[in-house]
C-alpha cells in the first residue's frame, strides 16, 4: 500500500542490477500509458521476458509503478488484466531465463493469489506496507521509517527530531525524502548534526 516506497525501493534494485546509466538495449522499463490497456502493458512485459538482450548478457525488465495488480482475480477470472497478469504469473512460476532480471513495482498485490506466489517461489518480494493512522502503533513505524530514509542518505536523526517529522508527514510517506533532503541541505550536508530548531525551521505541517 506505500506506493512512495516501493517506488524508492524499486527504482534503487534496478540500479543495482542494471547499472546507474544501463543502455536500452539491457533495460526495458514498461509503464502504464494512456492508450494501452493495462492488459497489453502486461503482455508487453511477458513478450520482453521471453526475449533475449539484443547485445547479450542479462537484459532487466522493469514494468514500473503497476496500478492494476489488483485486478489479478482468480484462474476462473474473465477480462483481459486477469489473463495478462495469469500469464505472467505461469511465466515466473515455469522460471524466468537466467539472462533476464524482472522487476515488477506497484501496489495492490494479493499475497495469497498466484502472483505472489511464483514471485515468493523464484525471486525475492519486499512488501512495503503504509502505516494506518488507525494502528496505535502508526506513529512508531512512522519514526522507524525516518530513521531508516534518513541513514539511506548518510544522515542520523536525534529521536526529537524523528518525533517532529512524524507530526509534520503523519502517515504521508511520500514527503519523507523531500522533507529530509530539505533537512540536510539547511543543515550543511549529509553526515551534519540536525537539530529540532532547524527542522521547526524549514519543516511544516
Not at 534494485?13 to 522499463?29: C, N, W, Y
Not at 537484459?59 to 476462473?76: C, I, M
Not at 496505535?136 to 539511506?152: F, K, T
Amino acid at each position: 500500500t506505500d506506493e512512495a516506497t516501493i517506488a524508492a525501493k524499486a527504482e534503487s534494485l534496478v540500479k543495482q542490477v542494471a547499472g546507474e546509466d544501463a543502455d536500452p538495449f539491457s533495460l526495458d522499463v514498461i509503464r502504464e500509458q494512456d492508450d494501452t490497456s493495462a492488459a497489453e502493458t502486461v503482455n508487453q512485459v511477458v513478450r520482453s521476458a521471453r526475449s533475449p538482450s539484443f547485445l547479450g548478457g542479462v537484459k532487466t525488465v522493469w514494468l514500473q509503478n503497476f496500478s492494476k495488480f489488483s485486478a489479478e482475480g482468480t484462474k476462473d477470472s474473465k477480462g483481459g488484466e486477469a489473463g495478462a497478469l495469469r500469464a505472467l504469473s505461469d511465466l515466473i512460476a515455469e522460471g524466468i531465463p537466467a539472462d533476464i532480471c524482472l522487476v515488477l513495482s506497484g501496489p495492490g498485490v494479493d499475497q495469497r493469489k498466484a502472483l505472489a506466489r511464483a514471485c515468493k517461489k523464484n525471486g525475492d518480494i519486499t512488501i512495503c506496507e503504509k502505516p494506518n493512522l488507525r494502528d496505535r502503533n502508526w506513529q512508531r513505524q512512522m519514526h522507524e521509517l525516518i530513521g531508516r530514509r534518513a541513514e539511506e542518505k548518510g544522515t542520523r536523526l536525534p529521536p526529537s527530531v524523528c518525533d517532529y517529522l512524524v507530526d509534520v508527514v503523519g502517515t504521508d510517506t511520500g514527503r519523507v525524502d523531500a522533507e529530509l533532503e530539505k533537512l540536510i541541505c539547511y543543515c550543511g550536508g549529509a553526515g551534519e548534526p540536525v537539530t529540532l530548531e532547524a527542522v521547526q525551521d524549514i519543516c511544516q505541517g
